[in-house]
């Protein structure tokens, strides 16, 4: 069974830092793209950055510059390092795996980070 487990959330002030952080178990994902996504009270979740399995990024317009996405495929990890947070970057931070075609994509249970002005 492939399983996501997030780790890494918490409070923190504007401007200031966290790391997430996803393990993945149930498989060896090195070649799959995973991800980080977010959901703020009251609106969609929304993509954040995403990592293919060659080490390609893609980033969110709102948090290019600010936030930074990495892997760890011997681990079977990934990170997200989030650095000048801002109160608008308050939501719960889900991990996710993309799967083959056929095959449904995997998410973590989410994280709340939460920014105070």
């Known amino acids: 069974q492939v399983q996501l487990v997030e780790s890494g959330g918490g409070l923190v002030q504007a401007g200031g830092s966290l790391r997430l952080s996803c393990s993945a178990s149930?498989?060896?994902?090195?070649?799959?793209?995973m991800g980080w996504y977010r959901q703020a009270p009251g609106k969609q979740r929304e993509l954040v950055a995403s990592?293919?399995?060659?080490?390609?990024?893609n980033y969110a317009d709102s948090v290019k510059g600010r936030f930074g996405i990495s892997r760890d495929n011997t681990k079977n990890m990934v990170y997200l390092q989030m650095n000048s947070l801002k109160p608008e970057d308050t939501a719960v931070y889900y991990c996710h795996l993309a799967m083959s075609i056929g095959v449904a994509d995997v998410w973590g249970q989410g994280t709340q980070v939460t920014v105070s002005s």
């Open positions: 149930g498989g060896n994902f090195r070649f799959n793209a």
């Open positions: 990592i293919t399995g060659g080490g390609r990024t």
